[in-house]
């Protein structure tokens, strides 16, 4: 293995931090070494991690090669059974699939697609454990785009920090302890069918041994894809699946205005994707509806006149074998309690209101969200953008500080943090946050736009000139606009980039 010293880490989480606005911590340096050293196997010229420091400084091949690594480094952000409520909506769908390879039926097949150090895999194992499931009923594929993860999470040995999150009957059933590592027990393993290195973006996708898979848990990845990437890889899902099979995604990874095939599904609290028995339009979205726009507001965005519906899927609860997947109190219902409402239904919901001018009650309803603990990115990016417009400019960034601590590398994040600064006159800290979105997104004409008038307002005519051929350029390479459809909500702001590349035209013609 390529040397990789300790100052080297400290260095590149100072790069990132600088960079990307990604904060690693000590505690952090463990999967940063993983993913250095991923990448280190790749470049046969580079021979240590000195010479790869310099590499991600240069200027030629510098940005490239740190949008290679980041998400390696997401690597180290998993553990076992996180969201205690995706692995209720699991624990509840298990059941009906377990009976029907019992009967003779075929096995239950789940991939764990971005496995990581094998956290993910396992969790679902002892779910279906729990279920009564035996390791002929169940396969599950585990696989991720870095080697040293593989690795490790074929290894199956951890120490004991990363196994607190493990329910202790759990623990004692599934795991030996061996020193100051626990082991995971030859039973459980015989649920993995297999683990092994994949790349999402590639033409070839793995199906279980007959039908589809009934269940893919892909958490926390497409969010670093770009849209036609993105969109690729939910066609390669979608046709992958099992009629009515699911398709779990991360708490920030919706699919609203990305892709269609799927349907919104709530099961036992969770917000989840299902593909329909039926088959239907797959793909892109078509064109949004386009509702009567005022003439003082003529960039306003249309937003939807009703929220996307969402199919509530009621499930038996199940006869467990063993201990059930525990959730926090918080998210329990009483006897006869309503299903608990997805993040999602809140922000449809304050999007109605938004679109109704309710500013105030819109905010209300979202904050309700967050004290009953239901924490969400696109939740926190439409809340900012609601107290800025309310006039709270402290409480607007505490906000966007929140969203950045979720998901450091949204490039949106960046880039309406940095409007706000921009209006709170802070240009030289909103010029970083828009660079860091600009890294992130190079075809975000609106944050090439709005840096531009972060260079006016420091008086640097040169780079605001820059920054103003750089938004008609990206939208020039873009026409249609951003990478993904934003999360949340900004009904003042166009996502087409039309009006920023002819606001760039104007500004560049003035200077």
């Given at each position: 293995m390529?040397?990789?010293l ?5 260095e590149?989480?100072a ?7 990604l ?5 952090g340096?463990?999967a940063?070494r993983?993913?250095v050293?991923?990448r280190?196997?790749?470049l ?10 310099a ?12 949008r290679?690594?980041?998400p390696?480094?997401t690597?180290g952000k ?37 496995c ?10 002892m779910?279906?454990a729990e279920?009564g ?5 169940v ?12 690795a490790?999470a074929?290894h ?9 999150d493990?329910?202790e009957p759990f ?7 061996d ?5 995971v ?14 790349n999402?973006?590639s033409?070839?996708f793995?199906r279980?041994?007959?039908g ?5 848990f ?10 036609p990437?993105t969109q ?6 979608h ?16 699919l ?11 099961v ?5 994707y299902?593909?329909p028995?039926t ?8 064109a949004?509806l ?7 507001r003529?960039?306003?965005?249309p ?13 038996a609860?199940?006869e467990r074998?063993?201990t059930?997947v525990?959730?926090?109190?918080s ?9 608990p ?6 922000l ?12 105030g ?5 979202l904050?309700?969200l967050?004290e009953?603990?239901g924490?969400?990115l696109a939740?926190?990016?439409t809340?900012?953008n609601?107290?800025?417009i309310?006039?709270q400019?402290?409480?607007a960034?505490?906000s966007?500080?929140a969203a950045?601590?979720l998901?450091p590398?949204?490039?949106?994040a960046h880039?309406?943090?940095g ?7 802070n240009a ?20 090439h ?16 000139r820059?920054?103003?051929r750089?938004?008609?350029?990206a939208?020039?390479?873009r026409?249609d606009g ?5 999360l949340?909500y ?5 996502e087409d980039?039309?009006a920023?590349a ?10």
């Open positions: 390529k040397p990789i300790p100052e080297h880490l400290l590149l989480a790069l990132l931090k600088d960079r990307v606005g904060h690693v911590r000590r505690d340096h463990a940063l993983i993913a050293a991923a280190l196997d790749e046969a010229d580079v021979p240590d991690a000195g010479s790869y420091l590499l991600l400084r240069s200027e030629d091949a510098g940005d490239e090669e740190l290679r690594l980041l390696l480094v690597v998993t553990s076992f059974f996180r969201d205690e409520r995706q692995f209720r909506a699991l624990e509840a769908i298990l059941p009906g699939l377990v009976a029907r390879a019992r009967g003779g039926g075929r096995p239950v097949s789940i991939w764990s697609a971005g990581a150090t094998g956290e993910e895999p396992y969790s679902i194992a779910t279906a279920a499931a035996g390791p002929e009923h396969e599950i594929l585990a696989t991720d785009l870095n080697p040293e993860a593989i490790f074929a199956g040995a951890y120490e004991p920090r990363r196994v607190r493990i329910p623990l004692s059933r599934h795991f030996d302890r020193g100051d590592r626990y082991h027990r030859p039973g459980l393993r015989r649920f993995i069918a297999a683990i092994r290195p994949h999402l973006v033409s070839i793995p279980p041994v007959s589809g898979w009934d269940v893919i892909c958490r926390n990845v497409i969010i670093y894809f770009d849209t990437t690729g890889v939910l066609t390669q899902f046709n992958a699946l099992a009629p009515g099979g699911y398709l779990f995604l991360g708490y920030s990874e919706s609203f205005r990305l892709f269609e095939g799927f349907e919104l599904t709530e036992a609290g969770a917000f989840v299902r593909r028995e088959s239907g339009r797959v793909g892109a979205p078509a949004a386009a509702g009567p726009v005022g003439p003082a003529p960039h306003l965005v937003m939807p006149a009703q929220p996307p519906a969402v199919r509530h899927v009621a499930f609860p199940p074998a063993h059930p525990p959730l926090p109190s998210l329990r219902g009483g006897a006869g309690a309503e299903p409402l997805a993040p999602q239904e809140y449809d919901g304050a999007v109605a209101l938004f679109a109704d001018g309710r500013f009650a819109a905010r209300e309803l904050e309700r967050l009953k603990g924490e969400d939740v926190r990016l809340l900012a609601l107290y800025g309310l006039r400019p402290d409480r960034r505490e966007y500080v950045l601590a998901e590398l949204c490039a949106e880039l309406f943090y409007i706000h600064l921009l209006a709170a006159g030289e800290e909103a010029a970083l946050e828009l660079s860091r979105a600009l890294f992130l997104d190079p075809d975000l004409a609106l944050a736009y709005y840096l531009g008038r972060c260079r006016e307002a420091e008086r640097d005519v040169v780079r605001a820059l920054a103003y750089n938004a008609i350029e939208h020039r390479r026409p951003k990478r993904q459809a934003f949340g900004y009904p003042d702001v166009p980039g039309d920023f002819r606001a760039a035209e104007y500004a560049l013609a003035a200077l």
